[in-house]
């Protein structure tokens, strides 16, 4: 197994996505670790089955629906057990190109680091979303890096690559959120822990296949929890470091 990079893929329901990204990844000589929530279409037996052809994918099944968050502590737990040195986040519906991860690698320099993978700069774009959607996360963005003083073009994203040098100055189970805000939370964690903070232009693919796990409820719950945290940040500002950083 190659110790250096594992690649860290949540997933639910995400049986047809899966069998187009495995192949893909298993191309880049890369570890992989599937944290299943529980899907009932068979999305953890099939992972199961092309890991035990390649020797490379781990599977990790839950009895149910954690959250987001819940799933990339648990990976961020089992690679640093394990020895490797960067931990990888990827979106299981296709919407993260394998290509652009390759431009992540070569980013990455020694250090406290996160790499992200960012479509709000020159050279990024998104297909096939609707306006709509491309201005509420450009607004997601835009509000919270106002609210938390991040100089990042794209908080809401889930593409990036994230030092274990820097995860270990983390206190990840005092993260507050499970959901989607969870990058939003880990970016402000990596920022105030001094990280060398790269970003890549990437293409971000709306998904084909499955469903959207993206809500209304999921975008107030970001407004909300980034709200908070700006608001520690302003009357409370050496408070928030402390509780993040070791």
């Not at 931990?87 to 993260?96: N, R, T, V």
């Not at 431009?103 to 479509?119: C, F, H, N």
């Not at 709509?132 to 996360?137: A, E, K």
């Not at 989607?180 to 964690?189: K, P, R, T, W």
Request: charged share 25%.
């Amino acid at each position: 197994m190659n110790r250096d990079y594992l690649v860290i893929v949540p997933t639910y329901n995400e049986i047809t996505s899966i069998g187009i990204l495995l192949p893909q990844l298993l191309e880049l000589n890369l570890d992989i670790l599937i944290v299943d929530d529980g899907s009932p279409d068979g999305t953890a037996d099939a992972c199961r089955a092309l890991g035990l052809e390649s020797g490379r994918i781990v599977v990790v099944e839950r009895k149910k629906k954690l959250g987001l968050g819940s799933a990339y502590k648990a990976g961020f737990k089992y690679g640093e057990d394990r020895g490797y040195k960067y931990l990888i986040e990827m979106d299981a519906d296709g919407s993260h190109r394998v290509v652009d991860l390759e431009k992540m690698i070569a980013a990455i320099t020694p250090g406290k680091l996160i790499v992200l993978g960012t479509r709000w700069i020159p050279g990024g774009s998104v297909v096939n979303w609707p306006k709509r959607r491309q201005y509420l996360s450009r607004a997601g963005t835009a509000y919270a890096k106002l609210a938390l003083g991040i100089p990042l073009n794209d908080l809401t994203g889930g593409f990036r690559v994230y030092s274990v040098e820097l995860l270990k100055a983390l206190k990840l189970s005092d993260m507050q959120a499970t959901g989607y805000c969870y990058q939003i939370e880990m970016a402000l964690a990596a920022h105030l822990a001094g990280a060398k903070e790269i970003e890549v232009p990437i293409t971000f693919v709306e998904r084909i296949n499955g469903v959207s796990k993206m809500s209304q409820a999921i975008v107030i719950e970001a407004l909300v929890q980034t709200t908070r945290w700006g608001l520690s940040r302003t009357f409370r500002p050496n408070a928030d470091k402390l509780h993040y950083v070791k």
